[in-house]
């Protein structure tokens, strides 16, 4: 068939031949371009995505560790707090880097794969859980990673669930060996969509657009390629902020950590010096002075723990105060003897001045309290040389009926601050100076925990120090007044003024403070500088046929030893009658010296208004006669003969320490080794019972399942029976959770007799 006339014109056309030179050209240009910039576009894509994967899998490499793949052995394990921690920070990286799906994989003690976790939010319907199928060629990826092969995919795939980008790494352990495998699906949505539209565009304008259209196109084209570019940077920019947000978070936890083991070393401090105190003490004062020390400085370490358990709600700011009617005298007296060793070690003089206050309670929350006083002496002593003067003092600035507005000043002789190092004083994770942590170690948070703490009880802190020259600080704090506690006073039928006392002291400022609380008691003190002078003032009492109530004698006399001085005077006056004060550090060098003398009392500076005078009752209500290590401190007695209980504890140690505590009470108690126990013997009698006490942790039925089990018996005893929860967990939810299960009440481990005592009493009227 032959073609007509126009057909075959229009072929010879000059235009058509124009019009197909260009558009051969336009489509080689576009062809050209298309796989040059198309292709070299579509490289650099999957070569970013390799740079990902990999910086990303060094950081899986730096958070996971052994226990986290050996804690997961079923579905229950998802629940442990250990893998919790490790997949939240793989989960948050995950939502930031676009990662689409997250494997986690390791093989079991026979060598075969196991435990497939995907790392979708577990409330998405196509969440795995562990054990559940997986696509075979995930899990030979998985294998053959566990066999120490690295997958980088060349390519972006098209699934049914959606367009990925996989890769796969051998996780090492702490020793370099393959503990698991992990596997990552980038979505890649986006980036498939803008490659498509690079294809569009290229194609469509090639064959539309003549040269000059063509060169348009290409200019297009590149402001898509950066338009896409800027998006990768963007994400790049947002994976690096995810690393380094990662990053700071565990530099946060380690400088936490630091921070409370600086808390925590404090009391430990006391808690082991006095414990070697008394191991090597014959006298039983020094050994009850010591005990009270370590129950004081325990309880305060109690306190820290409990901070480290509740420390979000206090780094946010949600922490309450607990107040309770507080003696201001009594816990500064505790708080020195925290750092007062501390302090002698270094020669330092502490100086503790606290007028007016003796016996006066406020309601405060006294660990916090004394948490900011610890942290201000400790770093006084830190800071301050050999030889320096440290001063701790308290004053009410405000006096009113129902409150008062304290301030409380330590002062020291150390290195002090230039004004730029006082601008980052109180500021979180940074020291004044960088060399002082080198220098004197610590953290750096102490202060700004107590500013916060401060600000919280409603007052304020400040600072003034010259470089060279040392620091004052000063806070203070608005607390509502309470009870006053009962006057002090002597035995009966004593009065303050009859009773004469003799202070023997070469230092002027110890004698002045000694009579300043004295006076305060209404007592008249004479003053001795020197030995020969207490000897002079005693033989003149003598010759009028006086005598001296109590003598109180420094350890040190600048013309004869304490001992020297003691012979001199013990045929003149009753030697039940001495008192020898010393420093924590003496006490223990001359306790044997003094004790052969036949000298069995001792007090320790700083001197405290009632430290003095509970030495001046004990020697006019004891004289004659010395303690006995029979004689411990005596409590009231309380009767729980009547009562029944249920213990329901697994670990021995603590139902010894649970039945020793309660043993003067004369309560019955039954011991369960778990739950299920607890469960079966208050099925056989539930009448036998009058209380519970169920621990939360323990094998085979925990305390919550234990309860849930008892209160839905059908029998009426099991509905009403007190049930008391017994638990290290002290955050409120964990509160609110044994409440929930059915319990009526929650004690706190380590326990405390009195607490557990209250608990019997109050639910069973006992």
């Known amino acids: 068939m032959k073609q007509s006339p126009n057909l075959n014109s229009l072929f010879k056309s000059l235009e058509l031949r124009v019009i197909i ?69 793989l989960n948050q990286v995950r939502r930031i880097a676009n990662i689409r799906y997250l494997y986690t994989a390791k093989r079991s003690e026979s060598g075969e794969l196991i435990y497939v976790l995907d790392g979708l939010d577990p409330s998405e319907e196509d969440f795995r859980h562990v054990g559940m199928p997986i696509e075979e060629e995930i899990i030979s990826a998985l294998e053959e990673c566990l066999n120490g092969t690295v997958f980088l995919d060349d390519d972006i795939m098209v699934t049914e669930w959606g367009i990925v980008y996989v890769t796969y790494f051998p996780v090492h352990g702490d020793d370099g060996s393959i503990i698991g ?37 290409i200019l297009f084209i590149k402001k898509i390629v950066r338009t896409t570019e800027n998006e990768i940077r963007i994400k790049d920019e947002l994976l690096v902020a995810a690393k380094e947000e990662a990053l700071s978070s565990n530099k946060a936890k380690s400088d936490f950590l630091s921070r409370m083991s600086h808390e925590m070393r ?67 007296m505790e708080v020195c003897n925290l750092v007062v060793d501390k302090a002698e070690q270094k020669n330092q003089k502490l100086d503790v001045v606290i007028p007016d206050l003796m016996g006066l309670y406020f309601l405060a929350d006294e660990h916090r309290l004394s948490q900011v006083i610890i942290n201000l002496l400790s770093n006084a002593v830190k800071f301050t040389p050999e030889g320096g003067d440290i001063s701790l003092s308290v004053i009410e600035l405000e006096k009113q009926d129902d409150s008062g507005l304290l301030q409380f000043t330590v002062s020291d002789t150390g290195i002090g601050m230039s004004e730029e190092q006082l601008g980052r004083l109180f500021t979180s994770f940074e020291q004044a100076d960088g060399s002082i942590s080198r220098r004197f170690g610590g953290t750096g948070l102490g202060l700004a925990i107590s500013k916060s703490i401060v600000e919280k009880m409603g007052g304020s802190i400040r600072v003034e120090s010259e470089l ?50 004295t006076g305060g008691f209404g007592m008249r003190s004479y003053e001795a500088g020197s030995g020969a002078q207490a000897v002079s ?9 006086l005598s001296f109530d109590v003598v109180f004698m420094d350890h040190y006399q600048a013309d004869m030893g304490g001992i020297e001085l003691f012979n001199r005077i013990s045929h003149m006056i009753d030697k039940s009658s001495v008192v020898v004060i010393t420093s924590f550090l003496e006490w223990n060098k001359t306790e044997k010296s003094f004790y ?136 409120s939810e964990d509160i609110e959770r044994c409440l929930e299960a059915g319990m009526n009440d929650h004690l706190s481990k380590p326990i405390d007799d009195r607490d557990v005592i209250e608990k019997i009493r109050r639910y069973t009227s006992a």
């Not at 298309?34 to 070569?47: A, C, P, W």
């Not at 950081?59 to 560790?65: F, L």
């Not at 699906?185 to 690079?198: P, R, S, T």
């Not at 309660?662 to 739950?675: F, P, Q, R, S, Y």
């Open 21 to 89: 030179i260009i558009l051969t050209i336009t489509v080689a240009l576009s062809a050209g371009f298309y796989l040059i910039v198309y292709s070299r576009y579509y490289q650099l894509t999957i070569d970013d995505l390799k740079d990902h994967a990999v910086m990303l899998h060094k950081y899986a490499e730096e958070i996971i560790d052994d226990d986290s793949f050996k804690v997961l052995n079923s579905i229950e394990d998802e629940s442990k707090e250990i893998y919790i921690k490790t997949y939240d920070q």
């Open 181 to 217: 495998a992990i596997g990552m699906e980038f979505d890649c949505a986006g980036l498939y969509k803008a490659f498509q539209n690079v294809r569009f565009y290229t194609v469509t304008i090639s064959l539309a657009m003549a040269a000059a259209a063509s060169l348009l196109a």
């Open 266 to 332: 404090t009391p430990m401090n006391a808690i082991i010096g006095m414990t070697k105190i008394a191991v090597h003490s014959a006298d039983i004062d020094k050994m009850r002075y010591c005990v009270k020390n370590i129950a004081s400085s325990s309880g305060h370490l109690l306190h820290l723990i409990n901070d480290v358990l509740d420390m979000s709600k206090i780094e946010a700011g949600k922490f309450e105060l607990d107040l309770v009617p507080t003696n201001i005298e009594k816990m500064l």
């Open 468 to 517: 060279g020259k040392g620091s004052r600080f000063m806070f203070t704090v608005r607390l509502e007044k309470t009870e006053r506690e009962d006057k002090h006073i002597v035995f009966d039928g004593i009065k303050p003024d009859d009773i004469k006392l003799l202070i023997i002291a070469p230092n002027a400022e110890t004698r002045a403070r000694f009579c300043r609380i």
């Open 537 to 545: 003032i005693i033989e003149a009492a003598r010759a009028k046929e």
């Open 596 to 731: 052969d003398a036949d000298v069995h009392r001792f007090i320790t500076k700083p001197l405290f208004p009632s430290a003095v005078l509970d030495c001046i009752n004990e020697v006019i209500g004891n004289k004659g006669r010395r303690p006995s290590a029979a004689e411990p401190e005596q409590r009231p007695a309380v009767d729980l003969s009547e009562v029944s209980l249920l213990l329901a504890e697994d670990v021995e140690i603590n139902r010894e320490i649970f039945m020793a505590l309660l043993e003067e009470t004369g309560v019955k108690i039954d011991i369960a080794e778990n739950g299920r126990i607890a469960v079966e013997k208050f099925k056989e009698n539930p009448q036998k019972y009058d209380i519970i006490i169920m621990d939360i942790q323990m094998p085979e039925t925990d305390g919550y399942e234990a309860t849930r089990q008892i209160r839905s018996m059908q029998v009426p005893k099991a509905k009403v029976i007190p049930i008391i929860a017994m638990t290290a967990n002290a955050f």
